[in-house]
């Protein structure tokens, strides 16, 4: 299977009537997934590193019922988004391209939502943008609030350094950690490592002093390897008490988002 087939696969398990969207700015051509009523709040979804826009399969339909959900493949990295133009090498320049895709689809505020790197984007966006974010969802936040564990940057290397079907697939059952991974999450994840695309932009963690003022929603797997969950539950207390964490306690950092739906839903 092509990962373009792989890719449509799994979309078309939403089950709701999608809209593929093409914007173009300075960075080249950014693919976002929508669906929901075109009168719905706005939500955007942001997919973690290698992920792409239709792991969202299990939560894009049920935010549907509620909001206009656009699902976006992130410019620097594998999807249906093309990075033909100026290379995002800093987080303004990531924050420049999802104003940007804001502009392009209309949307003044929006709630915005990522998971793993995705949140990171989201997070960093909200402290620089704060005007154009109604409302913060992270599931599973990496480089957040805490750091992620050596184990896990070590055991991610090969599958970073080299990606291959085989070292993904291999990495995201040895997070998981015997959770029943769908087949199509699995088969899309494995072409996506092989596709080109341009390299991400490397995190840097924001400061307590920018983290103070925030409310986000917060997800956190409870049996997560990339990071302690017990520590980040406290780092964001701490320095975000306005928060809401919620502990999803039989999660890995890797089943979100397409477990646990249900909890992701009934928190929205």
């Not at 669906?35 to 939560?59: E, M, Q, R």
């Not at 104003?99 to 402290?127: E, K, M, P, Q």
Request: charged share 20%.
């Amino acid at each position: 299977m092509s990962f373009q087939d792989a890719y449509d696969a799994l979309l078309a398990r939403w089950d709701v009537p999608v809209d593929q969207l093409e914007l173009t700015d300075e960075f080249g051509t950014t693919h976002v997934n929508a669906c929901g009523p075109a009168d719905g709040p706005p939500v955007v979804l942001l997919p973690g590193h290698g992920a792409t826009s239709p792991v969202w399969f299990t939560i894009a339909p049920r935010l549907a019922e509620r909001y206009r959900v656009y699902a976006i493949d992130l410019i620097v990295d594998a999807g249906r988004s093309t990075n033909s133009g100026r290379t995002p090498k800093t987080p303004a320049d990531l924050h420049t391209w999802l104003t940007n895709t804001f502009d392009g689809l209309g949307i003044g505020r929006t709630v915005l939502c990522g998971h793993s790197y995705g949140a990171w984007i989201a997070l960093t966006y909200a402290i620089n943008h704060p005007d154009r974010v109604e409302r913060l969802a992270l599931l599973d936040p990496t480089d957040c609030y805490v750091a992620l564990r050596v184990p896990y940057i070590l055991r991610a290397l090969p599958s970073l350094l080299r990606p291959s079907r085989k070292r993904t697939d291999s990495f995201l059952r040895w997070e998981t950690q015997g959770l029943p991974l769908d087949p199509q999450v699995l088969e899309l994840a494995g072409l996506a490592a092989e596709q080109p695309s341009t390299p991400f932009v490397r995190t840097k963690r924001p400061t307590d002093d920018q983290l103070r003022d925030l409310a986000p929603l917060v997800f956190a797997a409870g049996r997560s390897k990339s990071h302690n969950a017990a520590q980040l539950t406290r780092r964001v207390n701490t320095l975000s008490p306005a928060a809401t964490v919620i502990q999803l306690e039989t999660a890995t950092h890797h089943s979100l988002p397409s477990l646990h739906a249900d909890e992701v839903w009934a928190a929205f």
